[in-house]
């Protein structure tokens, strides 16, 4: 099952991602992991407050938008202006082109709330992301408590929310059904991605790098925590520094937590959308990935991460995965190996662990045996 599923990934074309291996044997907790942990949580009480941390002390504009509204939400944001509210009533509302956003605005939804967007999902690469919601050059933006769908003839849409050159933004309690991305973020700092659900298209055929439920680009200091994602290709993907996943589940497609570099997106003028830098710093904490094929792949020069009791389930290659320099991806020179992350097995937890990197730290689990089952 293994060789064909990497025989499979072989065969991609993409910009994504790689990593190289040491023999030693697992070793027992010692407690490290206890004051990672510990600052993560903190980090993560911090950004809760911080999202709200706009510096208005004004009377906020409140703007309704009725149910049943046609290309209405834009006007809606606009009138409230900055740091205005939009409430975006209970029913459904159809925006056929892209809304933006480029100042601070909570647009919040009843209980009920659905926009419909009208841009299809691509199968070419790279993708053009043409997002129902674009945050662009607005710092404090919330979008919260709404489900997102597309209305489009296979049923696939492209990607639900962009925050783009946007800090502090706040995406939370939402529901994308059927966008090959749920939520984008580039060059984008402390951006907290929290409580939202998403089912992808995996199973029509968008295999990776075609779906990702959450992707975190060329930002600092993201936040992902507590969201539940199903059939993308990936569930979540971190580049970047000095980011959290804390709490999220992945179940199905191909893997759960992809850490990497990431490219191969464009905005629809041609900029690029891409990291210039792999994962780096990043701390993964009490995350499951269950029915995929890797649950946590760590690859492309990824580095200084702290991957820290999580949990896999039914993952058919391998648990969790650091790679050496390879050419699994297709690309015309090797990606470069991971070195210096921290792998922790969690006490109640028994993870399987390749690992091809070099002077990456494993604390417990199981290692698999590099001769019988050598780095690729």
Aim: a negative charge; hydrophobic letters at 40%.
């Amino acid at each position: 099952m293994r060789s064909l599923f990497i025989a499979f990934l072989s065969g991609l074309s993409v910009l994504f991602i790689a990593c190289e291996k040491d023999n030693a044997t697992s070793t027992s907790a010692t407690s490290p992991e206890a004051e990672y942990i510990e600052t993560a949580e903190q980090q993560l009480a911090e950004i809760e407050r911080l999202v709200f941390q706009d510096n208005f002390a004004g009377e906020r504009k409140v703007v309704d938008l009725p149910a049943g509204s046609i290309n209405g939400l834009q006007a809606a944001i606009d009138e409230a202006g900055p740091n205005g509210i939009v409430n975006v009533k209970s029913g459904l509302h159809v925006e056929e082109t892209t809304v933006n956003v480029n100042f601070t605005v909570r647009i919040i939804g009843e209980e009920g709330a659905v926009i419909e967007s009208k841009y299809p999902g691509m199968l070419e690469y790279p993708i053009e992301v043409n997002p129902a919601i674009r945050i662009e050059n607005g710092n404090f933006v919330h979008v919260s408590n709404i489900q997102f769908v597309p209305g489009t003839e296979s049923g696939v849409g492209n990607v639900g929310i962009l925050v783009y050159n946007a800090d502090y933004a706040y995406i939370k309690d939402n529901d994308f059904q059927g966008y090959q991305m749920a939520v984008i973020v580039d060059d984008s700092d402390f951006a907290f991605i929290q409580d939202n659900t998403a089912e992808g298209p995996f199973s029509e055929g968008y295999v990776f790098p075609l779906s990702i439920g959450i992707t975190n680009l060329g930002d600092a200091h993201a936040r992902t925590k507590n969201n539940s994602v199903t059939d993308f290709a990936t569930g979540y993907f971190a580049s970047g520094n000095n980011g959290i996943f804390s709490r999220n589940t992945a179940e199905g497609g191909q893997t759960g937590f992809f850490f990497c570099t990431g490219g191969g997106l464009v905005l629809p003028d041609g900029t690029p959308i891409s990291a210039s830098e792999a994962a780096n710093d990043w701390v993964s904490i009490f995350n499951l990935a269950k029915n995929t094929g890797i649950g946590h792949l760590i690859i492309d020069g990824v580095n200084n991460c702290k991957i820290i009791s999580n949990s896999a389930e039914n993952c058919s290659v391998y648990d969790v995965e650091f790679v050496g320099p390879t050419l699994r991806f297709g690309t015309p020179e090797p990606l470069p190996t991971t070195f210096e992350n921290l792998f922790i097995d969690g006490a109640s937890t028994d993870i399987e662990v390749k690992d091809c990197g070099v002077d990456n730290v494993i604390v417990g689990g199981r290692l698999v045996d590099l001769a019988e089952d050598p780095c690729i």
